[in-house]
């Protein structure tokens, strides 16, 4: 069945740094991709997303590439602040949004 | 204001005893969804709903219910809470956008903690 499997963490990072989260997938059809983000005693939401090969997701300086050859959908960004300290979650939808599954989580601190 | 909210958002009961917890939506969803979120798994699908009359189970539903009183409004039960259910619990909605349901939307979450 479909799947999603992303980087373990915990990440801790220093400001400024740069961050990559990697996600791969398994998926029959199309999928959609998705990186949400879950900040301390909130719900997720989502941060970008992708819904063909080769697009590129981006939202507050995150980005995020759907490359199909490599079934994968890694999260980067070029120069992390505190505030981006929260858990990141890849996920994948059917192409129809009837399924919906998410990766485990990677946690990132990030210290001034 | 939230589009989707959760009560109660923390709870403590105890093993044996029934609880409910509801969720509420602004969004003019249709589908609404139950996951639950414990550490290093992730989120698992509890129950998910895509209309008022259509209920269908995910992977993890054993030990919980579910009742769509309406669009609106989705509520999950556990008949018979066991520490074991101890878990972050999140209400999602879903809606048609340019023809596809393509983003979840989440509450806030409930910390339910069973003794």
Known sequence: ?112 | DADVTQTPRNRITKTGKRIMLECSQTKGHDRMYWYRQDPGLGLQLIYYSFDVKDINKGEISDGYSVSRQAQAKFSLSLESAIPNQTALYFCATSGRTSGTYNEQFFGPGTRLTVL
Not at chain 1, 5 to 13: F, R, S, Y
Not at chain 1, 46 to 70: I, P, Q, V
């Open chain 1, 1 to 112: 069945g479909d799947s999603v499997t992303q980087m373990e963490g915990p990440v801790t990072l220093s400001e400024e740094a740069f961050l990559t989260i990697n996600c791969t997938y398994t998926a029959t059809g199309y999928p959609s991709l998705f990186w949400y983000v879950q900040y301390p005693g909130e719900g997720l939401q989502l941060l970008l997303k992708a819904t063909k090969a080769d697009d590129k997701g981006s939202n507050k300086g995150f980005e995020a590439t759907y490359r199909k050859e490599t079934t994968s959908f890694h999260l980067e960004k070029g120069s992390v602040q505190v505030s981006d300290s929260a858990v990141y979650f890849c996920a994948l939808s059917d192409r129809d949004g009837n399924q919906f599954y998410f990766g485990t989580g990677t946690s990132l601190t990030v210290i001034p």
